[in-house]
């Protein structure tokens, strides 16, 4: 049997960078004598671009140069069937171009058996966020019962015209609500509704083999396949980090034989790495704000002799009070005014350690407050490749490059606290990166205030 395994690059030159990465953790772990053939669906430039870096690797390429726009990129997967030498390969699995490859590919292969679509588990398909497809499935049957749905990062299919009509069908609805509606949500949605309405899916044998963002821990403890790093979209250099971070990380089986045990256990790591949080169930429910048992004395002292001047009123006290719930081991602060967080957080949690970033434009020398508080800089703690459980950002002028700096600071799991959003302009820009980053609503952090903070977890 001949297998295929393919993924496609347009629109974003940046993008190039992201396909050559994963094409070679693919060349990394394939053994010699496969029979898997890797097709990059892409344009005349980026094909150039890609092969003068992959020093004669046998890619093959697909070319269509009228592809152009990110919605075009998106649905473009479905295209397979129109490469001129698809009829040699008996089975095919699509994979995003910011996957990294841990091991042999094959067993994607080996668990296509039935004449179905294969893509792992995940979310709910009426899911508020829609990401699954909450409103084409309403549409069908408002009576619709709720169920897991799938991610389409990773999809495997016998080659069968069945298969090739049903992604016709797709591409259809996609862009006929791209035309009709503005297309408010992307591509997955249409997969969700169509695969599972039509009972054409297996969630779970891909759920075994691929994950998006695991810890590099969980990838080598479940024996993963691949890793999808989700999230970010149009952001190369973040994906590109996020890959070195978890590579560094990650500990390298040295067999890629699924068969036999691993022989190395994962080592600790010798960053300053936490753990990530358990996700709790995700909920649209905003908690009200409870009162606190701060000791205030206490409190007031502390401040002062980092800050004399500090006015402690009612007001700051309220806007700063979900700090009294963070249980989180390493909290970073981006920006803003952090003394009264800051204190009310190692004052409750005697375990904590918290960073503090004081601006993204100057580069602070790292300083120590006491033992527990530290004022760093973002290009420190970046290049320390650290980790936190939850990051506060209380930046206005440079949000969106505050929100892409946690997101690198961010494991699976991490909590996320935007202040500000009662401003429409920070409202408007965190909504964008919630959707893009798929960042769920976090019950974590009981004492938030609904009407100026956001908080929410990384997937």
């Known amino acids: 049997m001949s297998y295929l395994l393919y993924t496609s690059c347009f629109h974003q030159k940046q993008y190039v960078d ?168 992307y591509d997955q949605p249409f997969f969700n509704a169509h695969l599972i309405n039509n009972q054409m899916v297996n969630k779970t044998d891909f759920k075994n083999l691929v994950l998006s963002r695991p810890t590099p821990e969980e990838a080598a403890e479940k024996r993963l396949v691949a890793v999808h790093f989700a999230g970010c979209p149009g952001h190369a250099q973040i994906k590109l980090d996020l890959f070195a971070d978890f590579k560094s990380m990650y500990v390298w089986s040295k067999s890629p034989d699924l068969s036999s045990p691993v022989d190395t256990q994962p080592e600790p790591l010798t960053q300053d790495h936490p753990e990530p949080l358990d996700q709790t169930e995700s909920t649209t429910r905003e908690d ?41 081991s390493h909290v970073c602060f981006i920006c803003g005014d952090t003394a009264l967080p800051a204190a009310i957080i190692i004052n409750n949690n005697p375990a904590v350690k918290v960073s503090i970033v004081e601006s993204l434009v100057t580069s602070h020398v790292p300083q120590r407050v006491n033992p527990r508080i530290e ?30 700096v946690a997101m690198r600071l961010s494991n699976p799991g991490t909590i996320i606290v935007v202040n500000g959003v009662e401003n429409p302009a920070v409202a408007t820009i965190w909504a964008k990166y919630v959707q893009m980053l798929d960042m769920e609503p976090s019950t974590d952090i009981k004492y938030k205030d609904s009407v100026t903070q956001s908080v929410r977890v990384i997937r």
């Open 18 to 185: 992201i396909v050559v990465n994963m094409l070679n953790s693919y060349f990394d772990v394939i053994p010699e004598n496969t029979n898997i053939d890797f097709l990059v669906y892409t344009n005349t430039e980026f094909r150039t671009l890609i092969e003068a870096q992959m020093d004669g690797k046998p890619v093959k390429f697909f070319e269509k140069n009228f592809v152009k726009t990110m919605n075009q990129t998106r649905i473009s997967k479905v295209d397979v069937f129109d490469f001129p030498d698809i009829a040699q390969y008996d089975k095919i699995v699509y994979v995003d171009a910011d996957t990294m490859f841990l091991r042999d590919p094959a067993p994607l292969f080996d668990a296509i058996v039935e004449d179905v679509v294969y893509a792992g588990g995940e979310g709910n398909i009426l899911s508020e966020a829609n990401y699954w497809g909450r409103s084409l499935f309403l549409k069908n049957d408002s009576g619709c019962v709720d169920q897991e749905g799938i991610s389409v990062s990773c999809l495997g299919f016998k080659n069968l015209p069945e298969i090739k009509k049903l992604f016709s069908k797709i591409k259809q609805a996609f862009y006929l609500d791209m035309y009709q509606n503005k297309l408010v949500f």
């Open 288 to 328: 009200t704000m409870v009162e606190d048992t701060i000791d205030e004395a206490n409190l007031i002292t502390f401040i002062r002799t980092t800050n004399p001047n500090y006015t402690f009123d009612e007001q700051s006290k309220r806007r700063n009070l979900f700090a009294a719930s963070v249980s989180s």
């Open 375 to 404: 004022i760093t800089s973002a290009d420190t703690i970046l290049a320390e490749k650290r980790k936190y459980d939850t990051i506060v950002i209380d930046e206005r002028d440079l949000l969106e490059k505050a929100i892409l």
